[in-house]
């Protein structure tokens, strides 16, 4: 080999390369692309999440600058409120806002630290403000306490004292500090969503822009509330403006923000319109705006042009008219708008970073998979192209060299893998032969024996070895002179018999482990439609149970009303036999009564006797002069002896009654006990009926529900069985590919013992059939095998496994 081939060798090259190093570095490179591709998206997500951490950040100064505006618009309105009515009360906003205002001055200043011009503006704003009340606030509100009540403007100081805008005012700023609240919190939770989809990165950069927009969309709905809050308190400041001067130029905050606040309504209507109690609430703050219009300010309005100029508020109006405040409040409200369109176009800036990085994640995840794929994809057929061309051209070679073309070209020496040592070992094995020939001509007359049977047996072997089997080799030593060249033959062909029979063995593996997936897929398919079976006929007969006991529940409804019918029926019963032993207790109670009547008129009666008997006595003394009275006496005595006797029959009638009645009672009481007894029983009875009632419902119900969870069941294991199927015919699939594999390379006869050497590529498991595996495997298995060695699988416990499955 020449000094330019060993250089060529020792150039990098793909050529040069191993199969095994090709191999890999075909299914690696695609994933090294991949990694990078994840590597890429997670840098991108940290971008994002920083992106919108600073739009939060510039979200909260343009929030804080809306409230420093609200706030200083609301001192205005406060201090105006106060040169109208003259009482303290209306100071009290002004004396907080002043407060507040610095308060959050000194915060905003904080949070914007790093951004020198937005500090600058921030100190010149807060200037302007502290001029403004040492300027004119505070000589203003002296000078309305020197003037006290002004005679002439007392109708509108009155008016104004009723605080009837006020009233209409606080409804609107808590109506719109409940819209504010309510989206803060829906705010809260789409930060804490886009905060976890970030961290965790598992949403595509789709769902991630549609959080982060989401989340800009809050920001935007508080800002557009405070700015429509600011437009409240610039109207009624603008209000008591007039008011105060009547000058129409102090209209214009009123009348503009009049236009700005319908449309801010508008807006803001559109971009909640899908959460009807925020709807609803911009709708009630626009009727309270409305409202608050018509009723508070228009009055005032009229009021403050008829009164014109009062000549005892001179003073206060021409303080109003010279604008000074005007002057501080438009230079501080341009400053802090200023620092709104910084912010603003901060933001914007911001926000179109974010959506840049979303779009560039979104298009070059995509794009990175696909060029992997593509260039993984060209590597391998490329790997796989170069080993099929240079096995070609060698085995062409080879078929030159068995045909006794000497002159053949031996391609593929160059190459540092498996193929260029057999190229190399050909090259040699072509130039001994071309030595051999020219020593036969040399030394024709002694070696033609000796070379002819060289010839013969590398003819024999090369015709064998086009034929592909491997497993030949030169056993017969050769001549001294020829003994390298069957020695690089033998070397050759088993470096070629090596490559091959571990192609083999991996086809075998492959379809052994097709052949125990599309018999596990089998079984598994006729157990999941015995399965599936079974479940139908639980699912009908649970119906079948269910209906049964729907309709002993129905019967058990019935049995109980039956009951509840009979305890009414012996409860009125009960009551019937009360009366009755009522009535005969009154019964018993009157002939004792009459009894103690006759006991009388019987001692009436024995008195009336005597009596007679007396005068009976004293008749008969009297002689002829009483006889007449004592026929009388005697008439009486009869007469009463009479009344005796019937009272006397009575009084033993109504005796006999009286033991009638009592045993009548005693009777009815026994009867009413035992009602009473038979009502307690039957509730007893009705009770047991209505848990008995309850039970079967509640199972009838219990039965409905196994029911329904049985026929979901049900349909779960149908669409396993069809996913079964499909796996099954995907295993089947996989197994003709095998087997196909396998009979094209049967066209190669391995050495056995080179495939006992090497050993199986795995242990596969045997998967007891119902039917042969060589049946499914093709004809002629066995007979492809006998020259390569058979590859047995001895694994029992996958077996077992698919067996438990």
């Known amino acids: 080999m020449t000094e330019k081939d060993r250089h060529k060798r020792r150039r990098f090259s793909l050529a040069n390369l191993k199969t095994k190093t090709k191999v890999i570095s075909a299914a690696l490179f695609p994933l090294l692309l991949i990694a990078g591709v994840g590597v890429l998206t997670v840098v991108d997500l940290r971008r994002m999440e920083e992106t919108s951490h600073k739009v939060e950040h510039t979200q909260h100064v343009l929030d804080e600058v809306s409230h420093i505006t609200a706030s200083a618009l609301e001192m205005e309105a406060s201090l105006r409120g106060y040169l109208l009515a003259g009482q303290e009360q209306y100071l009290t906003p002004y004396e907080q806002g002043s407060v507040e205002t610095y308060a959050a001055f000194a915060e905003l200043r904080q949070t914007v630290q790093e951004e020198p011009a937005i500090l600058e503006q921030l100190s010149k704003a807060e200037e302007t403000l502290r001029a403004w009340q040492s300027d004119v606030a505070e000589g203003a509100i002296q000078l309305r306490r020197d003037i006290g009540d002004a005679l002439t403007m007392n109708d509108m100081a009155a008016e104004v004292k009723k605080a009837k805008s006020e009233v209409f005012f606080e409804s609107l700023r808590g109506e719109i500090l409940k819209f504010i609240e309510e989206e803060e919190v829906l705010l809260t939770d789409r930060r804490q969503v886009f905060s976890t989809l970030v961290r965790t990165g598992i949403a595509s950069p789709d769902y991630l822009n549609s959080s982060l927009q989401a989340v800009e969309l809050a920001h935007e709905v508080i800002s557009q509330a405070n700015d429509l809050l600011a437009t409240a308190v610039s109207m009624e400041s603008g209000m008591r403006g007039f008011l105060l001067s009547g000058d129409p130029v102090f209209l214009e905050p009123y009348e503009t923000g009049v236009t700005h606040f319908d449309g801010l309504t508008v807006k803001l209507t559109e971009s909640v319109f899908d959460r009807l109690l925020q709807v609803n609430r911009l709708e009630k703050i626009s009727k309270t705006v409305a409202q608050w219009r018509v009723e508070a300010v228009e009055p005032l309005l009229a009021m403050r042009r008829q009164i014109g100029d009062s000549r005892t508020m001179d003073d206060m109006a021409d303080l109003v008219r010279e604008g000074h405040g005007a002057a501080y409040f438009d230079s501080f409200t341009s400053i802090m708008a200023k620092v709104q369109i910084e912010e603003q176009a901060l933001m914007k800036a911001r926000q179109a970073e974010n959506t840049a990085i979303s779009n560039t994640a979104r298009t070059m995840i995509p794009a990175a998979i696909g060029i992997a794929i593509l260039l993984g994809g060209a590597f391998a057929l490329i790997v796989g192209t170069s080993l099929a061309r240079?096995?070609?051209?060698?085995?062409?070679?080879?078929?030159?060299?068995?045909?006794?073309?000497?002159?053949?070209?031996?391609?593929?020496?160059?190459?540092?893998?498996?193929?260029?040592?057999?190229?190399?070992?050909?090259?040699?094995?072509?130039?001994?032969?071309?030595?051999?020939?020219?020593?036969?001509?040399?030394?024709?007359?002694?070696?033609?024996?000796?070379?002819?049977?060289?010839?013969?047996?590398?003819?024999?072997?090369?015709?064998?070895?086009?034929?592909?089997?491997?497993?030949?080799?030169?056993?017969?030593?050769?001549?001294?002179?020829?003994?390298?060249?069957?020695?690089?033959?033998?070397?050759?062909?088993?470096?070629?018999?090596?490559?091959?029979?571990?192609?083999?063995?991996?086809?075998?593996?492959?379809?052994?482990?097709?052949?125990?997936?599309?018999?596990?897929?089998?079984?598994?398919?006729?157990?999941?439609?015995?399965?599936?079976?079974?479940?139908?006929?639980?699912?009908?007969?649970?119906?079948?149970?269910?209906?049964?006991?729907?309709?002993?529940?129905?019967?058990?409804?019935?049995?109980?009303?039956?009951?509840?019918?009979?305890?009414?029926?012996?409860?009125?019963?009960?009551?019937?036999?009360?009366?009755?032993?009522?009535?005969?207790?009154?019964?018993?109670?009157?002939?004792?009564?009459?009894?103690?009547?006759?006991?009388?008129?019987?001692?009436?009666?024995?008195?009336?006797?005597?009596?007679?008997?007396?005068?009976?006595?004293?008749?008969?003394?009297?002689?002829?002069?009483?006889?007449?009275?004592?026929?009388?006496?005697?008439?009486?005595?009869?007469?009463?002896?009479?009344?005796?006797?019937?009272?006397?029959?009575?009084?033993?009638?109504?005796?006999?009654?009286?033991?009638?009645?009592?045993?009548?009672?005693?009777?009815?009481?026994?009867?009413?006990?035992?009602?009473?007894?038979?009502?307690?029983?039957?509730?007893?009875?009705?009770?047991?009926?209505?848990?008995?009632?309850?039970?079967?419902?509640?199972?009838?119900?219990?039965?409905?529900?196994?029911?329904?969870?049985?026929?979901?069941?049900?349909?779960?294991?149908?669409?396993?069985?069809?996913?079964?199927?499909?796996?099954?015919?995907?295993?089947?699939?996989?197994?003709?590919?095998?087997?196909?594999?396998?009979?094209?390379?049967?066209?190669?006869?391995?050495?056995?013992?080179?495939?006992?050497?090497?050993?199986?590529?795995?242990?596969?498991?045997?998967?007891?059939?119902?039917?042969?595996?060589?049946?499914?495997?093709?004809?002629?298995?066995?007979?492809?095998?006998?020259?390569?060695?058979?590859?047995?699988?001895?694994?029992?416990?996958?077996?077992?496994?698919?067996?438990?499955?």
């Open 390 to 805: 240079a096995v070609n051209r060698i085995t062409g070679s080879m078929k030159g060299l068995a045909a006794g073309n000497n002159a053949v070209e031996i391609q593929g020496q160059d190459r540092g893998d498996e193929v260029g040592e057999m190229a190399r070992a050909l090259e040699v094995f072509r130039d001994a032969l071309v030595e051999m020939q020219e020593l036969e001509k040399k030394k024709a007359e002694g070696r033609d024996a000796e070379l002819n049977r060289v010839v013969q047996e590398l003819s024999n072997r090369l015709s064998l070895l086009s034929q592909g089997k491997l497993a030949v080799r030169i056993e017969d030593a050769f001549p001294e002179d020829y003994e390298g060249l069957r020695s690089d033959f033998n070397t050759t062909v088993g470096t070629l018999n090596d490559i091959v029979g571990k192609v083999v063995e991996t086809s075998g593996s492959i379809r052994n482990g097709a052949g125990e997936i599309s018999q596990a897929s089998d079984d598994l398919s006729h157990r999941t439609e015995s399965q599936a079976a079974t479940l139908e006929e639980t699912a009908a007969a649970l119906d079948e149970l269910t209906a049964s006991v729907k309709s002993a529940a129905e019967g058990a409804r019935s049995v109980e009303q039956t009951m509840e019918n009979a305890r009414v029926e012996a409860e009125t019963s009960d009551e019937v036999v009360q009366n009755a032993v009522a009535a005969m207790t009154e019964i018993e109670q009157s002939s004792q009564s009459i009894s103690q009547i006759i006991s009388v008129i019987d001692d009436i009666a024995f008195q009336t006797n005597l009596l007679a008997l007396n005068a009976g006595v004293e008749a008969a003394r009297a002689g002829e002069a009483g006889r007449g009275f004592a026929v009388v006496a005697s008439e009486v005595r009869a007469l009463a002896q009479r009344s005796s006797s019937a009272a006397m029959e009575i009084k033993t009638l109504i005796d006999d009654s009286s033991r009638q009645v009592e045993r009548g009672v005693d009777l009815v009481g026994r009867a009413g006990e035992a009602l009473q007894s038979i009502v307690t029983q039957v509730s007893q009875i009705s009770k047991k009926v209505s848990g008995i009632a309850e039970g079967a419902v509640e199972q009838s119900t219990g039965l409905h529900e196994i029911n329904t969870g049985v026929s979901q069941l049900d349909q779960v294991t149908q669409q396993n069985a069809a996913m079964v199927e499909q796996a099954t015919a995907a295993g089947h699939l996989l197994k003709s590919d095998a087997t196909k594999l396998t009979e094209l390379m049967a066209h190669f006869e391995i050495s056995t013992a080179t495939a006992n050497l090497n050993g199986p590529a795995r242990a596969a498991p045997t998967v007891v059939s119902s039917e042969p595996l060589a049946d499914d495997m093709g004809e002629g298995w066995d007979t492809e095998l006998e020259g390569a060695g058979k590859l047995t699988a001895t694994g029992t416990d996958s077996a077992r496994a698919w067996d438990d499955f």
